[in-house]
């Protein structure tokens, strides 16, 4: 069965730093493109970053660019957000997705990120 389990999310103050993680199984991860996406309470979700099966084909959210770096780790079945200069207005559960080649949707639970200004 598919699991999806993202970590790192936490109290942070405004101009800090957080790495979130998310580790996958179930599926053929080096197939997957995998996506970070967020919600704020009262907000839709939104895509914050993404990642091709190789590790190319990179794509950000506006508000993420020169901020946010998504990477991941084939052989550990890894994707991670690093999150830099975080912003109030960054509060928000995070929430891991996977693609696969049938386009077929996954998501984790999410990680609550809180930033204090």
């Known amino acids: 069965q598919v699991q999806l389990v993202e970590s790192g999310g936490g109290l942070v103050q405004s101009g800090g730093s957080l790495r979130l993680s998310c580790v996958a199984s179930?599926?053929?991860?080096?197939?997957?493109?995998m996506s970070w996406y967020r919600q704020a309470p009262g907000k839709e979700r939104e895509l914050v970053a993404s990642i091709g099966a190789d590790g190319t084909s990179i794509n950000y959210a506006d508000s993420a660019k020169g901020r946010f770096t998504i990477s991941r780790d084939n052989a550990k079945n890894t994707v991670y957000l690093q999150m830099n200069s975080l912003k109030s207005e960054d509060t928000a559960v995070y929430l891991c997705?996977?693609?696969?080649?049938?386009?077929?949707?996954?998501w984790g639970q999410g990680t609550q990120v809180t930033v204090s200004s």
């Open positions: 997705n996977a693609r696969d080649l049938w386009r077929n949707m996954y």
């Open positions: 179930g599926f053929t991860f080096s197939w997957a493109r």
